[in-house]
């Protein structure tokens, strides 16, 4: 069975720019999380989804934004990128709402 | 006061040896409780869930201490192949939900 992917695998971007990630959830898993990790810290929650509604928000600024589609898919966008947004970002599925989590490969984002 | 915070390591110990990690959380109400491994530039994976009756996995043991609210992991027999970084995770929430992972302990196992 696929695990969760997310895409793309990297991402360059300016400051300023808009950024949207994508992650697919193992397959009959409904919830999708989303983290930022810098280097040398641990995961920070920014978002859990499940059947297409926000059942959680971690302290991420409005420039963050996340949902679900029906197929239970997910997107984060980023607005007006700052350097301090450089990271990487990883998706995490899970079958319910407080089931366990199972991470994706993540996608690292540079801000330049 | 963070809300999860782990031993800040790193832990260097020969093969062999019995290390364990520490956790501790400060939201009562939290619910659930994972540990979790990490290597570099990996993502994290799921090392086993914590229970208050505390369950054990091969060489991993974990145990939750809920009036302490406390966390724990033992590695027995260490080898090589356990170095990495140790996440400690919370969950908790009724209506929102909140999934908080700490800073991680880094292991190095050596030979």
């Known amino acids: 069975d696929a695990g969760v992917t997310q895409s793309p695998t990297h991402l360059i971007k300016t400051r300023g720019q808009q950024v949207t990630l994508r992650c697919s959830p193992i397959?009959?898993?409904?919830?999708v999380s989303w983290y930022q990790q810098v280097l040398g810290q641990g995961p920070q929650f920014i978002f859990q989804?499940?059947?297409?509604?926000?059942?959680g928000r971690g302290n991420f600024p409005d420039r963050f934004s996340a949902r679900q589609f029906p197929n239970y898919s997910s997107e984060l966008n980023v607005n007006a990128l700052l350097l301090g947004d450089s990271a990487l970002y990883l998706c995490?599925?899970?079958?319910?709402?407080?089931?366990?989590?199972?991470f994706g490969p993540g996608t690292r984002l540079l801000v330049l | 006061r963070k809300e999860v915070e782990q031993d800040p390591g790193p832990f260097n110990v020969p093969e062999g040896a019995t290390v364990a990690f520490n956790c501790t959380y400060s939201?009562?109400?939290?619910?659930?409780f994972f540990w979790y491994r990490q290597d570099c530039r990996k993502e994290p994976k799921l090392l086993m869930s914590?229970?208050?009756s505390g369950n054990e996995d091969g060489r991993f043991t974990a145990q939750l201490n809920r009036a302490s609210q406390y966390i724990s992991l033992l590695i027995r027999d260490s080898k090589l192949s356990d170095s990495a970084t140790y996440l400690c995770?919370?969950?908790f929430g009724t209506g929102g939900f909140k999934t908080i992972f700490g800073a991680g302990t880094r292991l190095f196992v050596k030979a």
């Open positions: 995490a599925s899970s079958f319910g709402l407080r089931e366990t989590q199972y």
């Open positions: 397959s009959g898993h409904k919830s």
């Open positions: 989804y499940y059947e297409k509604e926000e059942r």
């Open positions: 939201n009562s109400a939290s619910q659930s």
């Open positions: 914590v229970y208050s």
């Open positions: 995770v919370v969950n």
